[in-house]
Each structure stands twice: as structure tokens, then as C-alpha cells.
Nanobody, 125 residues
Framework: QVRLQQSGGGVVQAGSSLTLSCKAP????????MGWFRQAPGKDREFVAA????????YYGDSVKGRFTVSRDTATSSVYLTMNSLKTEDTAVYYC??????????????????WGQGTQVTVSS
């Protein structure tokens, strides 16, 4: 069983910044595409961002482009999601996951085989 350990999250005001972390087993980052998704109550899981296994390409959902940045540290096998200019609609449980799918399918959460435990992000107005 592969465990992805998430940290970060919390309650912040609109306009604030927050960084989420996801630590994966050794060599996971660098051999897998790593993605971030979020799920708000009553809504489907939504693609947020991902970084390719080689680290050269980042992907973003339309709702977060220009505000969120995904990054990684292969030395610690960790992935980060830096969220700036947070909006109330960013409120959700955020999940990190890993996938070996083709690049076109990276935004599809069904292609991910292991996930972090999820972390709540609440943005207040």
C-alpha cells in the first residue's frame, strides 16, 4: 500500500495564500505524474493542478490558473501546491495523488492509483 502524506490546509481569509504539501514514498515523485484535486460538498472531484514525472510540465485547472502553482522536490519526494489569491469558491477538501497515465489523461482523477488522506481548505469572506 502506497501512502501519500498530506499536510497544510486550514482556515484563511479570501485573498490569502496557503501551501499544501504531499510527501510520497521514495522515488515516487520523479517516476509518476503527481496531481492535486479538490472536492467540495455535493460536487465531483475537480482537477486542480499536476506536475509531470520529469518535472518539466505543469498542468492547471481553468479555475486556478494564474493563482496556484504546483512544484516538487525529488530529494524529499514531495509535491507542493501554493495557492495565492484564495477565493471562497476554493473551499474544499484537497487531495494529492499519483498516476502513470498518458499526459492527456492527467486531469482525470480515475487514472490515479493512490491518494493522500485529504486536507480541508476553508476560505472565508
Amino acid at each position: 500500500q502506497v501512502r501519500l502524506q498530506q499536510s497544510g490546509g486550514g482556515v484563511v481569509q479570501a485573498g490569502s495564500s496557503l501551501t499544501l504539501s504531499c510527501k510520497a514514498p521514495t522515488r515516487t515523485v520523479g517516476t509518476h505524474h503527481m496531481g492535486w484535486f479538490r472536492q467540495a460538498p455535493g460536487k465531483d472531484r475537480e482537477f486542480v493542478a499536476a506536475i509531470s514525472w520529469g518535472g518539466g510540465t505543469s498542468y492547471y485547472g481553468d479555475s486556478v490558473k494564474g493563482r496556484f502553482t504546483v512544484s516538487r522536490d525529488t530529494a524529499t519526494s514531495s509535491v507542493y501546491l501554493t495557492m495565492n489569491s484564495l477565493k471562497t469558491e476554493d473551499t474544499a477538501v484537497y487531495y494529492c495523488g499519483r498516476t502513470l497515465t498518458n499526459r492527456a489523461s492527467i486531469p482525470n482523477w480515475k487514472t490515479y492509483d493512490f491518494w493522500g488522506q485529504g486536507t480541508q481548505v476553508t476560505v472565508s469572506s
